[in-house]
């Protein structure tokens, strides 16, 4: 272990801040706070990351798009629960060069004000409808509190959100529907585990009828929410006067759906698959599936570092594979780099390898070697990228398990989310105690869903519907 990376689930601040700068993910020296600089390495995983969500929103009928960064005030204070909800975190552009504006612009701190004018322009019709679209972009809030590299800043670099328009409140919950279908293939395809719930009225995206949140848990046991389904319903339908006329030339106000992510997301593939060395990457998401190392020995090198080439050649047109050959740095020392940047596979090539037309390969995720044929490598290699991604899957989805704990009580609320989340059984009843409960033991109400049926904690009715608390970010 190097000794500026300390143990992940003792010291896991100062894991997760070692781990982001050694393995060249970002750089937080940016003159400005919250806002990071992604580095090539890091950066590549979030473009694969991005990749993956945008395949699935093409596969469902999304069309990619762009809208403008700068939002005018008095379009962005349309919607009046929107504006309460966002007024205390937009950056304002109040002057051009040396020249005062006339009205001040918003940076957007998320795009629903300057989307939805466009919409009320673009649909005329039923025939227009529905409208499916998403945009992959930077938005800005002026976080106040203590700014954490992905998971608080300034900048959110990677804000995927979609955006729906529907002829229906039917169609408008059918989008809802498959909304957290693509969340859960995305996050399923990525291996972090996940909880569902409905956020409560008053934790719910400013001028949304409800939303709808994914929340994983980190290894210090706070909540971390990943990403959010909002039912718009017609709020931003009236606000911005989109309508549309029905197959009887009745005009209609449009029903509106809107879903996003963010860098939270990146976070969270970096943090639950890591370990006490470094990183532990899918196959999928690795800038490096495969790095080459050579094991120099006097006298040999040559033609150790031939066979280590022709084993290069062979992967590389089929993987991302990297040959170290630095004359500079040890073996050992590579060892090390590689594992902290989380290469799923290493192969290293000695004298005993070349002699037997072998390979020893390491793989990262159970710090394992074992030789492998050189005409069975490839082969290897695809069935070891299954076995890696399951590995880590069943690994992440057993811990978290172990942390979304049930309790009978209020007694036993603050002990079990110490560690994780707990949830306890409500009636539709005294649901409006829960706020009460949050306020009282200085907790949070992460949200409401469905489960088995047990004892409501406040009045012992037997109901299937449960709430869930814990801390968060």
């Not at 033609?303 to 084993?311: R, V």
């Not at 899957?393 to 110490?418: D, M, P, Q, T």
């Amino acid at each position: 272990m190097d000794k500026n990376i300390l143990p992940k689930k003792s010291e896991f601040s100062s894991w997760y801040t070692a781990i982001l700068e050694l393995a060249d993910i970002i750089d937080n020296r940016y003159p400005i706070k919250g806002c990071i600089v992604w580095k090539p390495y890091g950066y590549e995983i979030r473009q694969r990351v991005i990749e993956i969500m945008r395949k699935l929103l093409n596969e469902t009928g999304h069309k990619e798009c762009l809208f403008p960064l700068l939002i005018p005030e008095s379009i962005f204070k349309k919607e009046a629960k929107h504006i309460r909800g966002f007024e205390g975190e937009v950056f304002w552009v109040t002057q051009g060069g040396s020249e005062k504006l006339n009205e001040k612009l918003v940076l957007r701190p998320t795009s629903e004000t300057s989307i939805y004018p466009m919409f009320e322009k673009w649909i005329r019709s039923h025939r227009d409808l529905p409208l499916k679209i998403y945009q992959i972009v930077s938005v800005f809030r002026y976080e106040t509190k203590h700014t954490r590299p992905l998971l608080r800043i300034r900048e959110i670099t990677t804000f995927k959100e979609a955006h729906t328009v529907h002829a229906s409140a039917e169609d408008a919950e059918k989008q809802i529907e498959e909304a957290v279908r693509i969340y859960r293939r995305f996050f399923d395809f990525l291996c972090i585990p996940y909880l569902i719930s409905r956020r409560p009225e008053w934790d719910k995206f400013a001028g949304a009828e409800y939303t709808i949140a994914f929340d994983t848990i980190f290894p210090n046991g706070k909540a971390l929410q990943i990403g959010t389904v909002h039912n718009l319903g017609q709020n931003f339908a009236r606000a911005f006067e989109i309508k549309y006329l029905d197959i009887d030339r009745e005009e209609k106000y449009v029903y509106q759906t809107c879903y996003g992510i963010s860098d939270r997301v990146i976070a969270s593939l970096l943090v639950i698959h890591g370990d006490d060395r470094g990183l532990c990457l899918l196959p999928e998401i690795a800038p490096v599936q495969i790095v080459i190392v050579p094991i120099p020995y006097k006298g040999r090198e040559e033609e150790i570092n031939t066979y280590a080439n022709q084993i290069y050649e062979k992967l590389k047109k089929e993987f991302r594979v990297v040959l170290d050959d630095r004359k500079d740095v040890r073996p050992g020392r590579k060892f090390y780099e590689w594992e902290l940047k989380g290469a799923p596979i290493r192969i290293e090539v000695g004298p005993e390898d070349v002699e037997q037309n072998k390979v020893t390969v390491f793989r990262r995720d159970k710090l394992a070697r074992k030789q492998v044929s050189k005409e069975m490598l490839s082969k290897r290699i695809r069935e070891l990228f299954v076995d890696i991604k399951e590995n880590l899957k069943k690994r992440a989805w057993e811990e978290f398990r172990n942390r979304v704990i049930y309790v009978k009580g209020e007694s036993e609320i603050l002990e079990a989310i110490e560690n994780g989340i707990a949830y306890v059984n409500i009636c539709g009843e005294c649901k409006k105690s829960v706020k009460s409960l949050e306020r009282r033991l200085g907790i949070k109400v992460l949200g409401f869903w469905n489960s088995t049926k047990k004892s409501c904690i406040f009045c012992g009715k037997e109901t299937d519907q449960i709430v869930y608390f814990g801390r968060s970010y």
